[in-house]
């Protein structure tokens, strides 16, 4: 098909508004009715008009992509306010810091100090003596042989997992795992942990307990031994400390009941990575029972904000 390419000569294309438009040029003064120009949408045939008809449609496509792109601009800029804003507002629920970051909790650590005398000397069971201590080795070399089997290789993978800052133990049996929108949640369990460790280590360093493999050479730790002292079990003290709080704050739930299960395991993992005595696990669980009701004052806003997330 051949192109008339006249159009080009005997006029010019005028962007308006809407489109592109035809301006022609009258050829003597007496046409068009006074010599001016004529700006009309002129009937036009054949590759002219296709030719003008992909201009328009050029145009209007580069208008729309304009606009699409400012409409996408403003919906983004609306979506981070939005975030911004319910960031800003789980971080004032939680008392000012988002400790699902992993932000120093010092105003709890503050409450924690007054609290100090309700905490400080609680009735823990002394530790065992040392005879006894030996005996609970046994049953840890028991283990220890026991750890070669392949089929407990899964329960080993969970003591090198909970080795480091792992709360999987924890949102598992909440069924928050792999769930968004639990941030105080997170945050309330990442702060009962912190809390706890500084109480656990104040009576480590009281009953001054050896490691088991200090105490029975043959035992071979898969875990560096901490550089504290065994008794009580921080994890144990940790874990039974996270459930207490969650079944203070929803008795109701059942997730309460499996996350008590799901503590007796982290805790007797560390017996299994021949870490800590059984008499270690059972301080831990005592010591969080006694400390629950401090931990409840301190934790109150948090506690609050988690509470409701889940109602």
Not at 62 to 84: D, F, T, Y
Not at 137 to 166: C, F, H, N, W
Not at 229 to 248: D, E, G, L, M, T
Request: charged residues 25%; positive net charge; glycine residues 6%.
């Amino acid at each position: 098909m051949t192109t008339n390419l006249d159009i080009l000569t005997d006029h010019r294309f005028v962007v308006t508004t809407t489109a592109l438009v035809l301006e022609r040029e009258p050829q003597d003064a007496g046409e068009g009715g006074g010599g001016g120009t004529e700006i009309s949408a002129m009937s036009v045939s054949g590759g002219a008009l296709s030719s003008m008809l992909a201009l328009n449609r050029s145009a209007s496509n580069a208008m729309n992509r304009n606009r699409n792109r400012n409409r996408n601009r403003n919906r983004n800029r609306n979506r981070n306010r939005n975030r911004n804003r319910n960031r800003n507002r789980n971080r004032n629920e939680i008392g000012g810091d988002d400790y699902s970051l992993g932000l120093e909790p010092w105003r709890e650590r503050r409450k924690l100090h007054k609290e100090y005398d309700n905490w400080i000397d609680l009735p823990v069971a002394l530790p065992p003596t040392a005879t006894q201590l030996r005996l609970q080795t046994i049953e840890l070399l028991k283990k220890q042989y026991l750890r070669t089997d392949p089929r407990l290789a899964g329960r080993v993978e969970e003591i090198y997992r909970e080795s480091g800052m792992d709360l999987s133990g924890y949102l598992r049996p909440l069924g928050i795992e792999e769930e968004g929108g639990y941030d105080a949640t997170i945050g309330l369990v990442l702060l009962v942990l912190a809390l706890c460790d500084e109480i656990g280590l104040t009576y480590k360093e009281r009953f001054s307990v050896a490691r088991p493999n200090q105490v029975e050479p043959r035992l071979r730790p898969i875990l560096a031994n901490p550089a504290h002292a065994s008794y009580p079990s921080n994890h144990s003290f940790q874990s039974f400390s996270v459930a207490f709080i969650f079944s203070r704050m929803l008795p109701e739930h059942p997730a309460s009941t499996e996350l008590f299960r799901s503590a007796r395991r982290i805790a007797e993992n560390r017996e299994w990575a021949g870490l800590h005595y059984a008499a270690d696990t059972e301080a831990g669980h005592d010591l969080a029972r006694m400390v629950a009701p401090v931990l409840e004052r301190v934790c109150k806003r948090q506690m609050l904000a988690a509470l409701r997330e889940w109602i």
